[in-house]
């Protein structure tokens, strides 16, 4: 304990104990310091001839020259020290740099003196300094002044239905600093199109518009940043017009111009995210419905240590301060001209394709897209429109395919139950005979091909005659494409069925032997 020696605030303690007349035991046992050291600096104190309060008020440096006198600053060591605290806030300002770590600033330190602390003590001086210069300022917000809103890191997840596969969901979260009111919502990407759709249902959720519209450097938002003038982006330029609120971006690395929406992202991950981490999600529609009913819970609740929720303060101090709502939500949309391959289709985005009309292959056209449709026009004409789609593959309407697409299209999506199906439509038996070709084969797609003949007879000799011919097979076991044909070519189907209950006739004649001749 002996050789424990005490920090600045160490002694600020100690000089705070001392005035509160806790006893050289107890301070032994809270510091960790020897009653020989306490006694010293006890001595110390009093002899300065200040009182203990206004030691207390002295900076680090003043209290220090009467506390720790004679502890070792003499000589070398007072040159390594004056070295030191004439330094200590360039090594805490270079410890804020990105990837910095003490070993790093460390060995920089030993090639910049001859008479260096050792490890240990150099990296306790620049905490010290970092914890006695860690000004924070109280922001105070104003009603209706600021919207905050910001991204949060974690993302949520959507499901497609049919493959299983995984898509990323944004979140964005939103927060009146005022009341704290919040806004959380899920947004298929980070493209400028989904963010200013969903900043336009944050407002739409607040029932007005902040003043000012506050967020950090992101790039959708910021084109260009710079301390005193950043270069807006056009697309957020104009959202603000719309809107009728004014632009702003905090300082770069200083997370604290936002407070509150840097707030709001972790009680994000604590009260949205853990109560739908074991929810699956299949639409980012269904996302959202999910997030708004949290977003009433959320704001409904009383907030903590107070009597009143957020909504409750927003609606008693906060509304009537808020800017009216434009009477049409903005949507950003964007234009891209186009010449239509012979595949009659377009991209938009990456990996997604969007079909035409194939009778315009070889035309240009103009493409206008936002974050939910996607049109394309041929001078006053709109020959196509789609709902927007960000997931690999294609969307293709039939009736913008040649004959021969649809029904090549319509061959590849042949199954069992569709032929079954169509056979019905012609007669009971020509569905008995196709059932009868299915089960009669190894393999059921192998069939395929002779019930597609089948059912074609019906075109080229009429659904009746194809019900007849099947009528006449017995026992429906012996159906085959082949069989059925032979009897249409044959017109045997045109032929009347011989009555199952018409006995042949068999004449009287006495040579014809009996069963009593073979005993």
Sequence with gaps: ???????????????????????????????????????????????????????????????????????????????????????????????????????VLYEEYLKSTDNPYGY????????????NHDYKYHNIYEPGREMQFDFAGDNLWIVDKHTGETQRAIVLVCVLPY?????????????????????????????????????????QWIKKTDRYEPTLNEAASQWCLHNGTDLDECRSAKPRDKGPAES????????????????????????????????????????????????????REERSYMLPLPPKPFLLKYTKEIKINSTYHFQVDKNHFYSVPYQHIGKKAKVIYDAETVEVWIGLERIAIHDRRLTDGYTTIEQHMPDKHI??????????????????????????SIACILNSALFVQQAYRSCQGVL???????????????????????????RIEAILKSNLDETPLISSDMAPYIPKNDNIRGASVYK
Excluded: W
């Excluded at 805490?92 to 740099?97: L, P, V």
């Excluded at 659904?463 to 429906?476: M, Q």
């Design 1 to 103: 304990m002996a050789n424990v020696k005490a920090t600045m605030t160490d002694i600020r303690v100690i000089i705070r104990e001392f005035s509160r007349g806790t006893s050289l035991r107890e301070m032994e046992r809270k510091l960790r310091l020897s009653r020989t050291s306490l006694r010293n600096y006890r001595d110390r104190a009093e002899s300065s001839g200040i009182s203990m309060i206004d030691l207390l008020k002295l900076n680090n440096a003043e209290l220090q020259a009467i506390m720790q006198k004679g502890d070792g600053h003499r000589g070398r060591d007072a040159e390594r020290y004056a070295f030191m605290q004439e330094n200590v806030e360039e090594y805490a300002n270079d410890m804020k740099r990105r990837h910095m770590t003490y070993d």
């Design 120 to 131: 240990t003590q150099f990296k306790a001086i620049i905490q010290e300094y970092e914890k």
């Design 179 to 219: 009341s704290m009111l919040s806004y959380v919502t899920a947004l298929p990407s980070a493209k400028m199109e989904y963010l200013f759709q969903a900043l336009s249902r944050a407002i739409q959720y607040f029932g007005g518009v902040a003043e000012i519209s506050k967020t950090d450097n992101m790039r």
């Design 264 to 315: 709001l992202v972790n009680q994000t991950y604590r009260y949205y995210y853990s109560r739908i981490c074991r929810d699956t999600f299949f639409s980012y529609n269904e996302l959202n419905k999910k997030l708004d009913e949290l977003n009433d819970m959320f704001n409904d609740r009383a907030r903590k240590n107070k009597t009143y929720s957020r909504r409750e303060q927003y609606e």
């Design 407 to 432: 029904a090549y299209k319509h061959s590849k999506e042949i199954n069992a139950a569709y032929l079954l199906s169509k056979a019905a439509q012609i007669g009971p038996h020509t569905r008995e």
């Design 456 to 482: 074609h007879l019906a075109i080229r000799y009429g659904a009746s005659r194809l019900e007849a011919a099947c009528r006449r097979i017995e026992p429906k076991s012996a159906s085959t494409y082949k």
